[in-house]
């Protein structure tokens, strides 16, 4: 079904991976109080550690220390009920582009604070947050987070981490997780790729992509036209695909789905899903439409495209 198509192509590396995108694909930044982009948790019970992790706009300087006091303000609107006073707590310059940022951790609550770490990784604005649960945990994780900035560093082909956007995360974690989105616009229609990707291990009993997606469907009584559904191999791993079209107000939207099969991931082989939606059910107005041919050849480019990112 796939067939010829010309797509100006961008290499970015995701999470563990390189993949080429359309260059209209701009990342999807999440805010820092969302859990960042990334999170990177340490230890292997119930006793473990987690470290968000956020790659902000990429401006240099100026924007950096902008960004900084742009939180602050934000933190300081914020109110604490219990304090009738603001989130914010201190702000703390640790050396020229590294600000540390304290607040409460919870609206009602004044017993654990979170630990923000601001730095500038080349032009790109990075935050390192972690919250101690009580104050005589602050210090030391006020100062594990300043040890682990020289473990981030900008994206180079030789930097071994997680990547997210213009940096890598190398930080020496036992388990990581993220949701990473890219979106824009193709010909004139809203597109958008989502990455999932996490290395926490698997119920064997778990239904796979096709059995889990088919059910959710039905339940919902939502009947696509399937244009296909397998096996698919993602960067050397064994896994399968769900590809449907979907109708809204007379519009064609897609929904595009790849998943790894392994229960036992590690770094180099993680959980990863791959999301590709094409449209806007939302829209007011009715913008183009992608024909299936074009979003299955874009989507057939893309994951042919992926690979493991070497020392990775």
């Not at 019970?45 to 303000?73: C, M, P, Q, V, Y």
């Not at 020496?172 to 989105?181: L, M, P, R, T």
């Amino acid at each position: 079904m796939a067939t010829e198509q010309d797509f100006e192509m961008q290499s970015i590396c995701v999470g563990r991976y390189v993949i080429d995108i359309p260059t209209q694909l701009r990342r999807q930044k999440r805010p820092v109080d969302g859990g960042g982009d990334a999170t990177f948790y340490f230890g292997h019970d119930e006793n473990f550690t987690k470290i968000d992790a956020a790659a902000l706009d990429a401006g240099g300087r100026e924007s950096f220390e902008s960004a900084i006091l742009a939180r602050e303000a934000q933190l300081r609107e914020k109110e604490n009920f219990s304090t009738n006073g603001p989130m914010f707590v201190a702000r703390e310059q640790i050396s020229s582009g590294v600000e540390l940022i304290s607040s409460y951790a919870s609206v009602d609550l004044t017993e654990a604070l979170r630990l923000e770490v601001h730095t500038l990784v080349q032009d790109d604005h990075i935050v390192l947050a972690q919250t101690a649960y009580s104050a005589d945990k602050a210090p030391a994780i006020h100062s594990g987070l300043l040890a682990m900035l020289p473990s981030v560093r900008a994206l180079a082909a030789e930097a071994p981490g997680f990547c997210v956007g213009g940096a890598v995360f190398d930080l020496g974690q036992d388990y990581e997780e993220a949701e990473i989105s890219y979106a824009g616009s193709v010909d004139g229609v809203p597109v958008r790729l989502q990455f999932d990707i996490n290395t926490f291990p698997r119920a064997a009993d778990e239904p796979s992509l096709v059995e889990r997606g088919e059910a959710n469907l039905a339940g919902l009584g939502i009947r696509p036209s399937k244009l296909r559904a397998g096996p698919r191999t993602l960067a050397g791993d064994a896994g399968e695909e769900w590809l449907g079209a979907f109708s809204a107000d007379g519009r064609r939207l897609h929904g595009f789905y790849a998943e790894t099969n392994t229960r036992t991931p590690s770094r180099t082989t993680p959980n990863l899903l791959v999301s590709f939606y094409t449209g806007d059910e939302e829209a007011a107005a009715s913008p183009e439409e992608m024909k299936d041919e074009a979003a299955v050849a874009l989507w057939e480019e893309m994951l042919a495209s992926l690979r493991k990112r070497p020392g990775s």
